[in-house]
T-cell receptor, first 109, second 112 residues
Framework: NAGVTQTPKFQVLKTGQSMTLQCAQD?????MYWYRQDPGMGLRLIYYSASEGTTDKGEVPNGYNVSRLNKREFSLRLESAAPSQTSVYFC????????FGQGTRLTVV | AQSVSQHNHHVILSEAASLELGCNYSYGGTVNLFWYVQYPGQHLQLLLK??????LVKGIKGFEAEFIKSKFSFNLRKPSVQWSDTAEYFCAVVGPASKLTFGTGTRLQVTL
């Protein structure tokens, strides 16, 4: 019973590099989310997808893109990483309550 | 735009003290409300949720929360905290279009 699976768990990038964070859920949920967590700022919503085929911006979308590949998968892409994107990223899926992945600790140097 | 405010950023309590953490949300329509807990180094886990019905909801580990619609509040309470309750607590709201928004969190430290 995997729930929400995020990969990778840790990543170090150089400024300007690109990468994609992967997220998959096996609970047949309609909604999926990407958050970043920074000390003292809680979880800030980057993008979300209320259903397969739709995506919407959250509070802090700049510098990120997303793809809702199918109902199970929702990926987050950093096209040109910046030090300000150093954070812990969480994916979540939900129909009524949200379930979270284990997080990705990303450092941009 | 929907938002969530948690006014207590850091709370320190002795074991067995009572706890109340404040949460206010801004959206005036129908909302679903949640409290999540994050233990050090872990991801968020659901403590309790409110969708409709009895405004006093009970969750895991002796936590409860009261939804007061007129005050746009959903405060978290526990009569007697334990050292193991040391964690960060997040209030969250789901409004229109399934948008799930979190507050900035309250760090609870329980001392022995």
């Amino acid at each position: 019973n995997a729930g929400v699976t995020q990969t990778p768990k840790f990543q170090v990038l150089k400024t300007g590099q690109s990468m994609t964070l992967q997220c998959a859920q096996d609970m047949n949920h309609n909604s999926m989310y990407w958050y970043r967590q920074d000390p003292g700022m809680g979880l800030r919503l980057i993008y979300y997808s209320a259903s397969e085929g739709t995506t919407d911006k959250g509070e802090v979308p700049n510098g990120y893109n997303v793809s809702r590949l199918n109902k199970r998968e929702f990926s987050l892409r950093l096209e040109s990483a910046a030090p300000s994107q150093t954070s812990v990223y969480f994916c979540a899926s939900s129909d009524f309550e949200a379930f979270f992945g284990q997080g990705t600790r990303l450092t941009v140097v | 735009a929907q938002s969530v405010s948690q006014h207590n950023h850091h709370v320190i309590l002795s074991e067995a003290a009572s706890l109340e953490l404040g949460c206010n949300y801004s959206y005036g329509g129908t909302v679903n409300l949640f409290w999540y807990v994050q233990y050090p180094g872990q991801h968020l886990q659901l403590l309790l949720k409110y969708f409709s019905g009895d405004p006093l909801v009970k969750g895991i580990k002796g936590f409860e929360a009261e939804f007061i619609k007129s005050k746009f509040s959903f405060n978290l309470r526990k009569p007697s905290v334990q050292w193991s309750d040391t964690a960060e607590y997040f209030c969250a709201v789901v409004g229109p279009a399934s948008k799930l928004t979190f507050g900035t969190g309250t760090r609870l430290q329980v001392t022995l």
